[in-house]
């Protein structure tokens, strides 16, 4: 087999470990793979290379992706995605291997239907891919996350102040669910629980009254002006508030062991599926065994509520 390689969307940790997996699963194999540089932008304008077991030397442990990556919205026009096929034909390369999350995904699909063998692998920090338990990424975001609370924990509660911080996720909470438990932060903020201010407020005033120190609240983007916020809890709860975005950083790192062996299961599983001819599907892991699902359908799937989580939320904070 002649299979393509490329990263999509948001970089995550992890990625550069399945990028290893894959080639060295296909060379064992005795297939060739090519390197596609930058995403779907990167194939279309044919920045494509191919890869030998020296090419992935050195990254195991190294965070964001050595072969780049983009956003191109135009993917969605055909045009486009018939420039991407021809690039492919030239180097016939028959199989597209991709990792990312939905939107590589929904790039994946499309090229499925003119024709190319696709895999999707799930590599978003975000764990906001419902065909599998975990993405690749998530664990060191956590862990980033976490270090990060800890950190603002040890100021906030040397100044008695609340501390808002809001963590990555795009649409998902699990990164401020899991974060904010392994912190155990008083308040939990997340698309499933949404945002009730005024009972936020008054709670945070008990607190305040009942002498904690500090609080912390843990909230996932896009819920709210996170700043805006810190003003509104300040004039209400007698609490010093400060709110903190942890952006970007969240996406950078060495990977965890954890998300290092996911890469490693998944990549190699993705080119095993390539082998047995079955292609148009995203890989992943349930109940931690390796699964396969129809992308559309992965796509279409939605993220269920961690019911668990929650009830341990509820309990313990
Ligand atoms: O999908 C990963 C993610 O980091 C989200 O958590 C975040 O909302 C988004 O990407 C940011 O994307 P960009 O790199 O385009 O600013």
Redesign the pocket.
Known sequence: MRIGLLTS??D?PGMNATIRAVVRAAIHNGDTVFGIYDGYRGLVEGKIVEFTRKNVSEILNKGGTILGTA?LPEFTYEAVRRLAVEQLKKHDIESLICLG?DGTYSGAIRLHEMGIKTIGVPC???N?IASTDFTIGFSTALSTACDAIDKLRDTSSSHQRCSIIEV???HCGD?ALYSGICCGAEYIITNETGLDKNKLLNDLKQTRLAGRRHAIVVIS??MTDVHQLAKEVEAFTGYECRATILG?V??GGTPTPEDRLLAARLGKYAVDLLKEGVTGVAVGVKDNKLVSTPIEQALAMQNEPNVELFDVVNKIS
């Open positions: 969307g948001g995550a956003r999350g978003t920090i975000d906001d990555m996720g795009r990164l983007e896009n970007y969240q996406r």
